[in-house]
């Protein structure tokens, strides 16, 4: 075998990450096969993208025979929601046990199974999303026959492994909003009768590049981004496209916006391009845990905010554990909007919070969330995280406990150091990588905090992301 070889294997064990696993028998013993977002059952078809001495890591090309465990619940397949058709019992057993083996394998932890408190599900398993980014391309994916398309109108999802086909979504994937999602089919005839085209990936030319939607779960409203480049722009009647969204969605449009961005790197942020709002506000409203919170389209916030809330929970009850946080100063690294920091303040009386972040949006939207929720115990700095304690050095040996909410790199061994010098009693620290966690966490028992609990929370059901909220004491010297 070589790479870009394309095989044939059946998957009879699941890694960490979404890793399907076969094994062939050679020579020289067995050669293990990984191939991503696959599960045990499974007969697929895969192309060699790495290969090793003793392995290979493949890329699905497509399923040639399901898991006996599969079930169809009629929706549309899509590349972000691999695991559908697995039942979420099963789905929960992989990603508990892949997982919990990362903490021993990588960070050295033998007895997990006894400091793992809990596995904690999402509170729905199908319609949770609170955002998603539809592609447009002129290069169509035709998913009965297989083949390609080319100047068609499509709009929907990327083909595994593409970057310029899509494929049209006809009806829901289960991820999103279900009602929305069943009229995306009039937004793209519109949209197409306007004789402008989509975007060609390869050409870089066209018009309609993407179309963004944020869901408010609480206020069951959406802002929607149409994002397109300005070649034809003229031609684009933005008023009758307004008016043909206010009348399809009705009181669910809280607001309706317009990019043009010509960056030809394949992304939708609306700091790439001009922005205009034709309709309504450029805000939605979400609520967690009793707390508003202002969302904007390029806001930071939890993609699945009825499990965040569980999330929150968990990291709440942690830094509360044996520990009366009341007068003390608790600091939370990484804040971004503030969500978990207000949270915290809101619940627990008589806490100073700290929320540090480095990017300065981030911490602006934090302090006017604050300001809605009328919460003042909370401070928010706009700072490196690693640097923060040169900035303000009057914080060393003040703070008792610390939440971190690093991105999903993990956090840098320097900042990690810098973190371990604040000298709080615990860390309460929330993973969207555990993986990352486990290396940080061998890091940490070597400057004297020890595990002493870890649950695992599944914000994303029906693909291979899990997190982690773990709590480390500082053991006495």
């Given at each position: 075998?070589?790479?870009?070889?394309?095989?044939?294997?059946?998957?009879?064990?699941?890694?960490?990450?979404?890793?399907?696993?076969?094994?062939?028998?050679?020579e020289q013993g067995q050669y293990v096969i990984f191939v991503l977002n696959t599960y045990p059952g499974q007969l697929v078809q895969a192309r060699i993208a790495k290969k090793r001495k003793k392995h290979a890591e493949c890329k699905l090309i497509k399923v040639l025979r399901d898991s006996s465990d599969a079930v169809d619940l009629g929706y549309q397949p899509i590349s972000g929601a691999p695991y559908i058709k697995l039942p979420i019992e099963r789905q929960r057993e992989l990603k508990e046990?892949?997982?919990?083996?990362?903490?021993?394998?990588?960070?050295?932890?033998?007895?997990?199974?006894?400091?793992?408190?809990?596995?904690?599900?999402?509170?729905?398993?199908?319609?949770?999303?609170?955002?998603?980014?539809?592609?447009?391309?002129?290069?169509?994916?035709?998913?009965?026959?297989?083949?390609?398309?080319?100047?068609?109108?499509?709009?929907?999802?990327?083909?595994?492994?593409?970057?310029?086909?899509?494929e049209n979504l006809d009806k829901e994937n289960g991820l999103f909003d279900k009602d929305f999602e069943t009229k995306l089919i009039e937004i793209r005839k519109f949209l197409e009768a306007t004789g402008l085209?989509?975007?060609?990936?390869?050409?870089?030319?066209?018009?309609?590049?993407?179309?963004?939607?944020?869901?408010?779960?609480?206020?069951?409203?959406?802002?929607?981004?149409?994002?397109?480049?300005?070649?034809?722009?003229?031609?684009?009647?933005?008023?009758?496209?307004?008016?043909?969204?206010?009348?399809?969605?009705?009181?669910?449009?809280?607001?309706?916006?317009?990019?043009v961005n010509d960056d030809v790197s394949d992304r939708a942020k609306i700091e790439n391009g001009n922005n205009q709002l034709l309709f309504g506000e450029p805000i939605i409203l979400e609520k967690l845990l009793g707390l508003h919170f202002e969302i904007s389209m390029e806001s930071f916030f939890q993609t699945n905010p009825l499990s965040a809330e569980r999330l929150y929970a968990k990291a709440i009850a942690y830094a509360q554990e044996n520990n009366d946080l009341s007068n003390k100063v608790l600091m939370d690294l990484f804040c971004g909007t503030g969500t978990i920091g207000q949270i915290m303040a809101s619940q627990i009386e008589g806490v100073k919070v700290i929320g540090v972040d480095i990017v300065p949006e981030a911490i602006e939207d934090a302090r006017k969330n604050a300001e809605r929720n009328q919460v003042k115990n909370i401070e928010f700095?706009?700072?490196?995280?690693?640097?923060?304690?040169?900035?303000?050095?009057?914080?060393?040996?003040?703070?008792?406990?610390?939440?971190?909410?690093?991105p999903r790199a993990g956090i840098a061994p320097k900042t990690l150091k810098k973190v371990i010098a604040l000298g709080a009693n615990e860390i309460v620290y929330i993973s969207c990588n555990p993986a990352t966690q486990a290396r940080d966490?061998?890091?940490?028992?070597?400057?004297?905090?020890?595990?002493?609990?870890i649950s695992l929370v599944d914000q994303f059901p029906h693909t291979a992301h899990i997190e982690a909220v773990a709590k480390f004491v500082k053991e006495s010297e």
């Open positions: 075998m070589k790479r870009g070889d394309v095989i044939e294997v059946e998957i009879t064990g699941f890694a960490f990450g979404g890793k399907g696993i076969a094994k062939i028998d050679t046990s892949s997982t919990l083996e990362q903490y021993r394998r990588i960070g050295g932890i033998q007895n997990i199974n006894e400091l793992f408190d809990e596995f904690i599900s999402s509170p729905i398993d199908f319609n949770y999303r609170n955002k998603m980014e539809y592609s447009f391309s002129s290069i169509r994916q035709v998913l009965e026959t297989g083949e390609e398309e080319d100047d068609a109108f499509a709009l929907g999802f990327k083909t595994r492994g593409t970057w310029w086909k899509v085209n989509a975007w060609h990936p390869p050409k870089k030319h066209g018009f309609f590049r993407h179309l963004v939607v944020r869901k408010s779960f609480d206020q069951d409203q959406l802002l929607i981004n149409l994002v397109t480049s300005s070649q034809g722009l003229e031609q684009f009647d933005r008023k009758s496209f307004s008016a043909f969204m206010q009348s399809l969605l009705g009181g669910r449009l809280a607001g309706l916006q317009h990019t700095y706009a700072a490196d995280v690693g640097k923060f304690l040169f900035e303000y050095p009057n914080y060393v040996g003040q703070i008792d406990t610390i939440i971190l909410d690093p966490a061998m890091d940490l028992a070597a400057a004297g905090y020890k595990m002493t609990k």
